[in-house]
């Protein structure tokens, strides 16, 4: 089944920065477009579990997600091959990979053991489990890198992506 979300911090910074649109206003605008769902970003003025410490608040926040007519779709994980002292978007090439410090398997195991603890998370009072993960190869070449060079990197940095991820699909063990 195809679903589609947009996340609430999406209104929340870039040009709504200095006004923010409304929770509300997200939530009745999203169903009038058709949208299925709503994700959630663990800053900012829309809910998120720093600001509504209370379990009725939660609740509450749940209750105005499904009264809209929307839930949760996807956990999405934004992968980036960088160091820990900078936001670098390198792809995943044994070059690239050698100088990184960003290891799939850590991240498929943590993304395990979200989904196998997420019961016990303060999300679970406001949204539903996804159903689906989607992994996101966030790769941003510079400005002189030449197409065929791109195009060969992003091939290398998929082969390696895959050898993680069968094209089907995977399974978490939860």
């Known amino acids: ?3 589609i979300s947009i996340g609430s911090w999406a209104y929340s910074i870039g040009p709504y920065a200095d006004n923010p649109v409304p929770w509300e206003e997200i939530l009745r605008k999203l169903a009038e477009l058709g ?11 829309h809910p998120n579990p720093d600001i509504m410490p209370e379990k009725a608040q939660r609740d509450a926040c749940r209750q105005q997600v499904a009264d809209a007519g929307l839930g949760a779709v996807a956990e999405i994980v934004h992968l980036q091959q960088t160091t820990p002292d900078a936001s670098h978007h390198w792809p995943f090439t044994p070059e690239y990979n050698q100088r990184g410090h960003v290891e799939i398997p850590p991240i498929l195991e943590a993304l395990e053991q979200s989904h196998r603890e997420f019961a ?9 489990p996804v159903d689906r993960a989607w992994l996101i ?11 065929t060079a791109l195009l060969d990197e992003l091939k290398v940095s998929s082969e390696y992506l895959h050898q993680f991820v069968p094209e089907e699909g995977m399974t978490l063990e939860i």
């Open 1 to 3: 089944m195809k679903r």
């Open 137 to 147: 190869a966030e790769i941003i070449p510079g400005s002189t890198k030449t197409e």
């Open 35 to 45: 949208f299925d769902g709503v994700e959630l970003g663990g800053f900012g003025i």
């Open 120 to 128: 016990n998370s303060p999300l679970s009072e406001v949204m539903a």
